[in-house]
Structures are given as C-alpha cells and as structure tokens.
C-alpha cells in the first residue's frame, strides 16, 4: 500500500475514533428517527464507472444514541456505443452527441449501458450546538445495467462490460465517511461528506486495500423525526 494511501486511510480511522470517543461526553444528534435525502457525488477521480459526478439520494434510520444505518442509490450516467465498421470493432463508450445515428433517435438506440452505485453504511453523529458531525464504514456497489441487446450482440456486451472492473458488470469496494450536517435540529439541513473508496487488489508480495476513488458528497436532508 502506498503512503499516500496509507496516510489518508489513518485520518479516516482517526476521526472515527475520535468521534466515538467524544460521544461519551456529548450528546447525540437531535433529531431521531427517519431521514430522507437528496445528494449530489463530486469525484476526485472520475472514472468509468462514476464518471466526474452522480445524483441521487440517502434513506437512513438515527437512533436516540447517535448510531445511524444509512443506504442510498445514485445515477451514475449512460453511456452510448456503436459498430465502429473502418475499425471493425465496437467504440469505447462515448455520449450521444459522439454516436454516429443517423436519422435514429436516442430513445430508439439500443447499444448502450447505464451506471448505477448502491451503497449501504452504519455510523455514528453527535452535534455541537446546531452543527452535527458524523462518520460511517459501509459499502459501495458499482453496478453495470447492460441494454437488452447485449443478448443478441454478444461482441457489444464484451466491449460493454470491459471497464475499470476487468470484465464484470458489479464492483464492491468499502467506504469511509466523514461528514456535517447543518442546522442539526431543522426538519430540513443541508449536509456534506467526503467518501474514500477503496477496493481489495493484488499488490506486490502481498493482497490489501487501495484507494480507488474520492467523492464529494453535497446534500440536502429531510428529518421528520422528533428532537431527543
């Protein structure tokens, strides 16, 4: 593992001590119960499963004691393909504006492929104040959705599914979070977090987890619950 990668894993685990530490001595986020939520995924280093950003949203349940589970779903973008006939294999994957269609409309193609990011973590907040933080450990599922002409094209579903990912269509990698949440106590907040995204891979002499990718996370929150 690099020492990059090494350092920035440390602050995580850092900051997840320290919050469990201090909860002790500090009160748990105020608001209980459900929350709902709206977010925006910034990459640090887009790629072809996230691309440079996602949308989507959070579902999670917080407890009177801070502890939170938390899943959410983000669009991830689609991309497009086509029989590339001077080069007599499929193109890499482009927008649309790139697709060589025709008179055929984007609704009509059928070479394409959609990016989806399934999540799921546990976690725990305290608030100081009106300013809440909070840290989780959870996963992250990269999932390819292959159009249903992959079943009859199988050279566009091998170059469909050739990705970042090797040759599959579902990546899971864990995830560290740290994050706010303003104003802590208001049915509405707004919310950020950066996620550090790791994957197990083969590294020389030996197998261990490397860093893969950073998000940034920009939210708003719904929190219908009652004040501890």
């Known amino acids: 593992m690099s020492v990059d990668t090494a350092r920035k894993g440390a602050v995580v685990l850092s ?7 201090t909860a002790g001595v500090a009160t748990a986020q105020t608001k209980t119960g459900p929350f709902l939520g709206a977010s925006v995924a910034i990459a640090s280093n887009p790629d072809d499963l996230m691309g440079s950003a996602a949308i989507g949203g959070q579902l999670g349940f917080r407890s009177p004691l801070g502890i939170f ?17 001077g080069r007599g294999e499929w193109s890499k ?30 976690g725990l907040g305290y608030h100081v104040q009106d ?16 159009s249903s002409a992959a079943e009859s ?22 995830v560290f979070r740290i994050g706010l949440v303003y104003p802590a106590r208001s049915f509405i907040a707004g919310s950020i977090s950066y996620l550090l995204v790791f994957q197990r891979g083969d590294l020389p002499g030996e197998e261990g987890y490397v860093q893969r990718n950073g998000l940034i996370m920009l939210g708003v929150v719904l929190q219908p619950g009652g004040l501890r």
Request: proline share 3%; aromatic share 18%.
């Open 69 to 85: 589970l938390l899943g959410e779903y983000l669009f991830a973008g689609t991309d497009f393909y086509y029989f590339d006939s």
């Open 93 to 122: 994957p482009v927008s649309w504006s790139e697709v060589p269609a025709g008179d055929a409309s984007r609704s009509d193609w059928q070479f394409y492929r959609r990016r989806h990011v399934l999540g799921g973590s546990v």
């Open 15 to 21: 900051a997840c001590i320290l919050l469990y530490a």
């Open 153 to 174: 094209y199988p050279a566009f579903e091998a170059a469909a599914t050739e990705s970042s990912i090797d040759s599959g269509t579902v990546e899971a990698s864990t």
């Open 131 to 146: 300013l809440g933080f909070y840290s989780a450990i959870g996963l992250l599922f990269n999932i390819i959705d292959l």
